[in-house]
């Protein structure tokens, strides 16, 4: 097995047993960005009570897929933005652009604020809602309720967002921003 395979099934087996134990951790072994990989640039400066929390959600996707990377630069394609009231949501065009809003009086109800990032997040990179998915899937959002702080994308979660980027930057891109709620 080369180290790459080790790494790659020592990032799998954090990603499955980290949140279980409830850790929000970056991992040490992510996974190799593809030589083509994308790189989104996400400014959360708008958020000021959630610049940690925007970290570890783009460390969390950086650990398990390859054809995008999500950091923190200018130029930024996706803006992170506190609000109060009316919930968690982004706006985004499903391929690298958008605006993620993160609901403070969310986040004192008891819901995860790198989850929720991570879940809009998801947005960003072309995935929908599953909100009757269980509390391993990034993807089920509010669906699990507020006590489940896994902000881990699952294996099936990062396969898409790698297929949605295997063309580069616009090749998916939808005609039309959506409105993910």
């Not at 996707?61 to 950091?71: E, Y």
Request: aromatic share 4%; hydrophobic share 35%.
């Amino acid at each position: 097995m080369t180290r790459r395979h080790v790494g790659r099934l020592v990032a799998g087996l954090a990603a499955v047993l980290l949140p279980l134990g409830g850790a929000q951790v970056a991992l040490a072994t992510s996974a190799q960005a593809a030589p083509n990989a994308v790189n989104l640039c996400y400014d959360a400066s708008d958020a000021p009570d959630y610049q940690a929390e925007s970290t570890q959600a783009a460390a969390n996707w950086n650990s398990v897929v390859q054809n995008v990377h999500l950091d923190s630069c200018g130029g930024a394609t996706i803006l992170i933005h506190e609000t109060s009231g009316g919930g968690s949501y982004t706006q985004t065009d499903g391929h690298g652009s958008g605006d993620i809003y993160i609901d403070v009086q969310q986040v004192a109800e008891g819901n995860d604020p790198t989850r929720i990032l991570a879940h809009e997040m998801g947005h960003n990179l072309g995935l929908p809602d599953h909100y009757s998915g269980p509390c391993s899937e990034i993807m089920s959002g509010h669906g699990p309720g507020p006590s489940c702080k896994n902000a881990m994308p699952d294996a099936n979660e990062a396969a898409q967002v790698d297929q949605n980027f295997a063309n580069g930057f616009a090749a998916n891109a939808p005609a039309l921003a959506r409105v993910y709620r």
